[in-house]
């Protein structure tokens, strides 16, 4: 004991936090198939839904544009796109490749670890949110007020926290092989009924009375928010509220599932 | 050396309905090279996973430095090679071993611990294009990364080619030089004898003999005797030799023993006509089993 007795006994947590976030961040970034459908797809999507009516008026006598609005979707579609594949398919790949294990012997506290994944995912929503915003207000004549911009950035990414637990939970919970699927299945049929892409009132009646139990759903109501466009469903602070009820909801069924997973393998 | 720096007092796992191990103590004192060895299945992976907290006892207690393996402190003083485990294919050699080094209180500089791993060209090159000897390297620089007082290497040599496991075992050999203690598991007994002064033969889930290499060898290795016969043997022809365990099946006979040019000398005084005569090393699943049946004892 004698001989190590002039050295800390473990490494400073923040360093290891940096270097641990930037792995992370650059193990997503390297993989195109989720870096560009993360980056890229909301922005293909304004490009198709969004552009050709950029200009026009949401409604009759609102001062919002249809660009602004569908926006104000794509930007959280996007965000929460990033943590429920993101963390949802590189988790479960991880795990199959017994990544795991190896991260198991070494000295890197599991909140460490965790927290440099939600940072490294939150970088990549960010960038995003970036670039549809620049395709938004070069292409779609999107000119919103700093404040609004200001208040739209902050809303889509606070909106994304809730689906870091989600992905998280499917990461743990999904196999390597199924991840994408069952992802995929969970993550777009819940854009579509919450009426990120379509109007809701297009939808069939059952999905329209779903739709606001939907945590998609209560954050496009923010997000719509944020850019002056109506909301639906009650006020927002109720639509706050069922964020923060989710956030809750998916972290401890994370918790849950990361748990079983530990349990099974390392008991 | 002297003080313990890896102890199991009676442990034992059991997976399901499978006894991996069974009531099972050791301690491994700082400076020593240990060897684990015994055949696939016999519980060596699960000891050392006990060691480190990956596994925990069914019963008994796992100590790392006197303390929990899962303690980040004592995690922070041990390197690991982990059999089968996973490293992300999307970082460069490089960037994964400047990674862990942040883990650990007083790592070794990035270029020190891949030029010890041998991947000083390799530095650059994303882990997924690494060859299999290339990435068991690349296991050594992150074991050895955190300078660690203690290496855990299990099954370490797999998939390495000839020059890759010479190379590899004269690192160890120098680490250990160096005071570090190594704790690696192998079936092949040549690895041990060569880098271990202590060697732990693992069977069952049970501690079988635990000795100098010189003892075990003297126990367990033997040369395997092979020939054919023109006449079938009968039972007097083999009678007061040194065998460990002998077969015959129809002409062919096979023996094994400690001292093969006593036997063949005696066989030929015996007037047996051998044909196709090979004189080999004795296989060590073999040995094993012959250790088991004469009821070998710790």
Known sequence: MSAVAGRTATAPIVPMLIKQSYAEFIKLFRVPAFSV???VLPSMFYAFIGLGQAKQRLAPG??????EYFLASMALYGVANVMVLGFGISLANERGQKQDLLMQST?????????AKALSALAIALMSLVVLSLLATFAGGVDLAASQWATLFGRAMLCSIPFIGLGFALGYIASPNSAPAVTNLIYLPTAFASGLFFPLRLLPSFLQHLAPYLPLYRGAQLVWDSVGAPTEGGSVSSDWFYMAAYT??????????????????FN | MGHPVAELLNASKRYGHVQALQDVSLTIDAGEVVAMLGPNGAGKTTSISLMLGIRKPTSGAAQLFGLNPRDLRARSRIGVMLQES???????VEEIVDLFCSYYPAPLPVSEAIAMAGLQEKAKTLIKDLSGGQRQRLYLA??????????????????????GRRRFLEEIGELAARGR?????THYLEEADQLARRIIVIDRGRIIADATPAAIKGRVAGKRVTFSSAQPLSENQLAGLPLNSQDIADLRVRLLT????????????????????????ADLEEAFVAMTQHGAVT
Not at chain 1, 107 to 115: I, K, S
Not at chain 2, 86 to 92: C, F, S, W, Y
């Open chain 1, 37 to 39: 459908t993360s980056i």
């Open chain 1, 62 to 67: 609102l001062n919002v544009t249809f660009g």
């Open chain 1, 107 to 115: 000295p890197l506290p599991a909140p460490v670890f965790f927290v």
């Open chain 1, 248 to 265: 809750v909801a998916f972290f401890v069924l994370a918790l849950w599932a990361y748990r079983r997973d530990q349990g099974r393998k």
């Open chain 2, 86 to 92: 996973g490293v992300p294919g999307m970082l460069t």
């Open chain 2, 142 to 163: 992150l074991a050895v990364c955190g300078n660690p007082d203690v290496l855990f290497l299990d099954e370490p040599t797999v998939g390495m080619d000839i020059e």
């Open chain 2, 181 to 185: 203690t190594v704790i690696l598991t």
């Open chain 2, 258 to 281: 400690n001292e093969p040019e006593t036997v063949l000398r005696e066989l030929f005084r015996r007037g047996v006509d051998i044909h196709d005569l090979e004189v080999s090393g």
